[in-house]
T-cell receptor, first 112, second 113 residues
Framework: NAGVTQTPKFRVLKTGQSMTLLCAQD?????MYWYRQDPGMGLRLIHY???????AKGEVPDGYNVSRLKKQNFLLGLESAAPSQTSVYFC???????????FGQGTRLTVV | KQEVTQIPAALSVPEGENLVLNCSFT??????LQWFRQDPGKGLTSLLL?????REQTSGRLNASLDKSSGRSTLYIAASQPGDSATYLC????????????FGTGTRLTVIP
């Protein structure tokens, strides 16, 4: 009964370092999403996937890459972290694009 | 581009009061509208999903309505409790494009005991 699980929950990076955020869902959902949440700006879509092996850009994709090699996992990578990427990152999944979305607990990332 | 607005940004009410949260969106070509709750430092919890063909949905003390033609939705909370204190977000899934959720910036609700 895990739903959507994000790893890690917290991380501090130095400018220029790289990291990967992992999202795993156990609901057999086709669609998966990565959002970032910043104060006063709401949640904004970074990248999304409509099925295994597919990825597409969202509203704010620059500086991020994603991969969906397995249906249950959606990885978000930062190749060279910048302070502007300090944010809370949320992963979500849904069965289709028009059904209920379920969210993970978030990853709080600080880039110094 | 779809724009979702939630007013007010913050609301404080005494315990027991009934209240209404508002959400408006600019593009009425949507599949559905979803209301979420977010507690500080936590993820989003889905409260209610209204399909575009529906007018309202109810879950316990919560009732959400949708007027697609006017681009509005309301979340009604009956007999508010301190445990209802949280940020409430609404989001719409558009019929065009990526079918992803477009979010408002939320209403921060405080229920005073």
């Amino acid at each position: 009964n895990a739903g959507v699980t994000q790893t890690p929950k917290f991380r501090v990076l130095k400018t220029g370092q790289s990291m990967t955020l992992l999202c795993a869902q156990d609901m057999n959902h086709e669609y998966m999403y990565w959002y970032r949440q910043d104060p006063g700006m709401g949640l904004r879509l970074i990248h999304y996937s409509v099925g295994e092996g597919t990825t597409a850009k969202g509203e704010v994709p620059d500086g991020y890459n994603v991969s969906r090699l397995k249906k249950q996992n959606f990885l978000l990578g930062l190749e060279s972290a910048a302070p502007s990427q300090t944010s809370v990152y949320f992963c979500a999944s849904s069965l289709t694009g028009s059904t209920e979305a379920f969210f993970g607990q978030g990853t709080r990332l600080t880039v110094v | 581009k779809q724009e979702v607005t939630q007013i007010p940004a913050a609301l404080s009410v005494p315990e027991g009061e009934n209240l209404v949260l508002n959400c408006s969106f600019t593009d009425s070509a949507i599949y559905n509208l979803q209301w979420f709750r977010q507690d500080p430092g936590k993820g989003l919890t889905s409260l209610l999903l209204i399909q575009s063909s529906q007018r309202e949905q109810t879950s316990g003390r919560l009732n959400a309505s949708l007027d697609k033609s006017s681009g509005r939705s309301t979340l009604y909370i009956a007999a508010s409790q301190p445990g209802d204190s949280a940020t409430y977000l609404c989001a719409v899934v558009q019929r065009t494009g990526a079918n992803n959720l477009f979010f408002g910036t939320g209403t921060r609700l405080t229920v005073i005991p």
